[in-house]
T-cell receptor, first 114, second 112 residues
Framework: QQQVKQSPQSLIVQKGGISIINCAYE??????FPWYQQFPGKGPALLIA?????SEKKEGRFTISFNKSAKQFSLHIMDSQPGDSATYFC?????????????FGKGTHLIIQP | SQTIHQWPATLVQPVGSPLSLECTVE??????LYWYRQAAGRGLQLLFY??????ISSEVPQNLSASRPQDRQFILSSKKLLLSDSGFYLC???????????FGQGTRLTVV
C-alpha cells in the first residue's frame, strides 16, 4: 500500500487555540482524503473529508486544507476544546484502485488543555 | 438507518487457541466489508476486505483468515493465536469505494 505520512504523533494545545495536523501522500492517484476522529476504546468516526477538486473545506470549527501539487493536506481545528481531545487519523484512497479501502496515517494523539 | 455490530468488545485468549470475531451490518445490501488491526503508534492496518459473499482479499500475510458467509456478515478467524496477534480489531463497511467508511466499536484482543 502507498503510504500516508502523518505528523505530529502527539500534540498538546491550549483551550481556544488552533490545532494543526499534517499529512503527506505519495500516490498521485489518491482522490479522496478523509479525516477520522477516534476516542479511546471506540472505533474511528468520519470527521470531515475532501476531494482534490477543491483546496479547502470547512465544517464548523474543522477545516481541511489541500495542496495537490505538494501532495499534502492538513486538518485545522479552530477554537480547540477539551472535548476535541482524541486521536485523529488522516487517510486516502484511490477510486480506481479497487475496493481495498483506505490507507491511513499513523494517527495524532491530540490533547486540549483546559 | 445502517448500523454495524462487532463482538466481543474485549477478549483474552491463550497462545495457541482459536479465534473468531464477528461483524454484522444492518440496513444496507452488498456492502464492502473490511477488517483492520490497530496497534499503538502504528495506525490502522488493513487486513482483509470483501466485495461480496465468499470474496476475500488479503492485504497482509499473517496468522489470520477471514470469511464472508452471508452478505452482511464478516468473520475474522485464527486456528492458533500468537502473542503478536494482540491488538484492537476493527470492522468497517462502505457502499462504494471512496465514500465514508463506517467502523464498528472494535474488539480488544489480548493474547497471553
Amino acid at each position: 500500500q502507498q503510504q500516508v505520512k502523518q505528523s505530529p504523533q502527539s500534540l498538546i494545545v491550549q483551550k481556544g487555540g488552533i490545532s494543526i495536523i499534517n499529512c503527506a501522500y505519495e500516490n498521485t492517484a489518491f482522490d479522496y482524503f478523509p479525516w477520522y476522529q477516534q476516542f479511546p476504546g471506540k472505533g474511528p468516526a468520519l470527521l470531515i473529508a475532501i476531494r482534490p477538486d477543491v483546496s479547502e473545506k470547512k465544517e464548523g470549527r474543522f477545516t481541511i486544507s489541500f495542496n495537490k501539487s505538494a501532495k499534502q493536506f492538513s486538518l485545522h481545528i479552530m477554537d480547540s476544546q477539551p472535548g476535541d481531545s482524541a486521536t485523529y487519523f488522516c487517510a486516502a484512497s484511490d477510486s480506481g484502485g479497487g475496493a481495498d479501502g483506505l490507507t491511513f496515517g499513523k494517527g495524532t494523539h491530540l490533547i486540549i488543555q483546559p | 438507518s445502517q448500523t454495524i455490530h462487532q463482538w466481543p468488545a474485549t477478549l483474552v485468549q491463550p497462545v495457541g487457541s482459536p479465534l473468531s470475531l464477528e461483524c454484522t451490518v444492518e440496513g444496507t445490501s452488498n456492502p464492502n466489508l473490511y477488517w483492520y488491526r490497530q496497534a499503538a503508534g502504528r495506525g490502522l492496518q488493513l487486513l482483509f476486505y470483501s466485495v461480496g459473499i465468499g470474496q476475500i482479499s488479503s492485504e497482509v500475510p499473517q496468522n489470520l483468515s477471514a470469511s464472508r458467509p452471508q452478505d452482511r456478515q464478516f468473520i475474522l478467524s485464527s486456528k492458533k493465536l500468537l502473542l503478536s496477534d494482540s491488538g484492537f480489531y476493527l470492522c468497517a463497511w462502505n457502499t462504494q469505494v471512496n465514500t465514508e467508511a463506517f467502523f464498528g466499536q472494535g474488539t480488544r484482543l489480548t493474547v497471553v
